[in-house]
């Protein structure tokens, strides 16, 4: 088992950037592909990046290339989302997810793939 720890989040103008960490302990972290979701207010939970188990393979959501970049380094047990241009629909608690599944160049996009969860970081944008 693997628990996960967001942080990075708070209040930024559109344009700007961030950049999310995710801490995991537990379980050794090069076991487990890793990925970012994001929940919207009234919204469902939706894919934003995705990272395989030796960090060579990623995929993002479609609307989302080219402005946030996913990285993880294992020697530190830490995944990162870095996000450039924000903008006001990125307004969300920002999740990171973790599974054992696949080989060690796999990603997957699908949220019910994850099996572990952090507590989610609020990332809000205003004009």
């Known amino acids: 088992q693997v628990q996960l720890v967001e942080s990075g989040g708070g209040l930024v103008q559109a344009g700007g950037s961030l950049r999310l960490s995710c801490v995991a302990s537990?379980?050794?972290?090069?076991?487990?592909?890793l990925a970012w979701f994001r929940q919207a207010l009234g919204k469902e939970r939706e894919f934003v990046a995705a990272?395989?188990?030796?960090?060579?393979?990623?995929n993002y959501a479609d609307s989302l290339k080219g402005r946030f970049t996913i990285s993880r380094d294992n020697a530190k047990d830490m995944v990162y989302l870095q996000m450039n241009d924000l903008k006001l629909e990125d307004t969300a608690v920002y999740y990171c997810?973790?599974?054992?599944?696949?080989?060690?160049?796999?990603?997957?996009?699908?949220?019910?793939?994850?099996?572990?969860w952090g507590q989610g970081t609020q990332v809000t944008v205003s004009s």
């Open positions: 537990g379980r050794t972290f090069s076991l487990y592909a």
């Open positions: 990272i395989s188990r030796n960090g060579i393979s990623t």
């Open positions: 997810a973790a599974t054992v599944s696949g080989g060690l160049a796999y990603v997957y996009r699908r949220l019910d793939t994850y099996d572990y």
